[in-house]
């Protein structure tokens, strides 16, 4: 009996694809760069080549987490220190034409000094946004080694548990399902009977 090669589908081409961008050396620079552009102004998922190439080689998914760590958290500090530069703005000639007094800002930084740690946490598990957080942070004043402390335990976690998936069982689960046999198609000039 004759067997119909093996067609690819188009998950499993893109499956080959990571797995040799992963092998060409690229996977830290591509989660890097995409970490540090989604953390500073690109909108889209953190994960979005982490995940991808931590599938394609498992044995690299807890490397590939700290380096899109290390790229979300480099982006998101940069637009903290924007709005730490936007502070002074505010705090000055923009305050009087925003009607934004020195109590009402000293509230502000209360309540985000009281919970902005856990705001900054929960940005980096939730649809909330980091970069708007990021940027709040930075206007508010918070504290840098806090905002810093929560932004690395929020990503890390995150990054972390994605990777601890991927090594246990996840990455065999998408090599079985992308590699599955695709029946063959019936020809085009075949009449059914």
Known sequence: MHRAPHTPTRLGRLHARLQHLADNGWANSVVFGWGVAQGCFFPGLADLFFLPLALARPANAYRLAL??????LLGSVTLYLLGHEALALLEGPLAGWL????TSLDQYRATLSRYGVLAIFASTMSPLSTKLTSIASGVAGVA???FTLALLAG???R???LAWLVRH???A???RW?????APSAPADAAPQ
């Open 155 to 157: 990503r890390l976690t």
């Open 144 to 146: 840098f080694a806090p």
């Open 178 to 182: 992308v590699h599955r046999p695709v």
């Open 67 to 72: 380096v899109a760590t290390a790229g979300t």
């Open 99 to 102: 009607e934004l007094s020195p």
């Open 159 to 161: 990054t972390l548990a």
């Open 173 to 175: 689960a998408v090599e």
């Open 169 to 171: 069982g996840g990455a």
